[in-house]
């Protein structure tokens, strides 16, 4: 039962994280229609990324967002303009194949530039464990969910109150509705692909707190955003937040059972039923 | 035969590249390694090939070649092992038992109306399955090789000590894909994957049977597929789970958006150039380049796909037609 316990309480603190890495995703396909493959491939980007700052100029992965953030914004702006803007009117295949390309090109880079071993970094100011009883809490994790809770917070706030946020919206409503009320969607499609990529840098960061990054992560990211995304829909952030806590703590449960290797094997069946039982999702809105 | 009666410009063409095709491995006698690459080669071409009746004619954009194969080459490989099945049968049954497999998974994905995006993300993630899968089942898998018996070579048992009778049966495979893929493409079931690809929904209300048309689609390129999986476990002399390799699969699909979506010959002319340049330089420069290879892949994806999005035979075809209206002119 301990065990049990212990588990779940791990899977629901990676679950948050997981969260906050589909909310990008999701924010990009609800808009603009497009599932970027590259997704998962961003996440390692911006975990390299903290690596980097980490290991040459010292900064604490907790704060490496302030860095990575603009740096993943403008290279999702950059992106949506060079690729995606040029693919919006063709045929889905089309718009699958050009963001195939950036995984390969990001997965490859990747590899040429960081080699093929792990990398992490050495420490963080984060550390150490909280015990409730017999149960423990690596305290970089519990903080590394919170601070994603709070994003995710914001981000629905953003959508909800603010006027580029409300643009959003509509634009995933209608875009050519949304277009003749005034909104540029183009700009629209760009903040949404831009703010999509920057999340990527704060979950890349919190992912680094306590864990190490390896090229053959991208792929793993993306199949469980992906995995997230089916489960929840569209529309809803708070059904994304329990796909991302159904994701993690189914997870870390085949992890403790059953077998260590089967965590991504859970993850793939869990998408693939999804998509045969609930093509909208569980959670989603249209 | 039909083909030597209409002889014209193209099928010269094609005659001549089978002819050089049969020649290379005696050209390259002298180094054993080399007959594998240009195996590998055609391996490729084989499965752009097949792999255009679903992702190039029926417009579904499948990522999951390696798994096809690699039940395949489970299947015929495991059959020699156990039961010393030669894999001359082997490999048929690797094909029916990878097209039983693509129907299981065909069969409700289709009947869910998956198509688009989520079918390239659940055929991506199946790869990724089988390959824990096969990892996990340690009975017929496991993270340790299977190596296949007769090391000494027994011709009954598809064991050679050369690579030769490999390049040949893979070329015979190549033959065998592009003619099932010619045949499909000039028949019904070809016209109405071709209008399944531009637009499913007004396919659908035209009363055309997508659900069906799909699944043969499937049934056909998974079954060449697993045939051509019962060689490569037999080339490579054992099993193992990383057959199920999902980058390679998405660069059978990146061959075949490349070479050209539809067109019989794009996928193999992707293959050639592209696959044939990578392997040319694995044997020149050896093999620490591999990622610099992918990188290659990935841009000249994005390119074709900007540029061309028909893909790059349609520059031969445009090349082709010009010659035949200035042979029409005469």
Redesign the interface.
Known sequence: METIIQSVLNGVLMGCIYALIALGLSLIFGVMNV?N?AHGNFVMLSMYFTFWAGSLYKIDAIFSPIITFPLLFLFGILVYHG?IK??LQ?????Q???T??????L???T??VWQARPRALAYSIVQGTIRFGSYTIALSRLISAIISLIIIMIISYFLAKTWPGMAIRATSDDSNAASLMGINFQRTYALAFALGSGLTAIAGGLLMTFQQVDPTMG?RFG?LS?CIL?LAGLGSITGLVISGLIVGISESLAMTFW?P??R??VI??I??LV???K?RGIFGRK | MNFFKEMNLGKSLILILFVIALGIPYVLRTNQYQVLLATTVLLYGVMATSWNIVGGLAGQLDFAAFAYLGIGAFVSGTLFIRFNLSPWFGMFIGGLVASGFALLIGIPLFRFGIKEVWYALTTSALVEILKVAFNMWEKVGGPVERCLPYFSGSWQHMRFVTYAPFYYIMLTMLVIALLVNQRITNSKLGYYLKAIGEDETATEVLGVDNRASKLKALVYYSFLIGMTGGIYASMYGYIHPSFFNGPESTKVAILGIVGGRGITFGPLLAALLLVGAQEFLRASLGGEFSGLYLLIYAIILIIVVLFKPRGIATIFQDIYQKFKTKEVKK
Do not use: C, N, S
Not at chain 1, 90 to 94: A, D, L, Q, R, V
Not at chain 1, 100 to 105: H, P, R
């Open positions: 599932v493959f690729l040029q693919t063709e045929h889905y295949t089309i699958i194949a050009v195939v390309g950036l995984m390969t090109f997965g490859a880079i590899q040429l792929l199949l992906f089916a077998d290797r089967a991504t094997l793939y069946l998408f693939i998509l045969w039982f093509p």
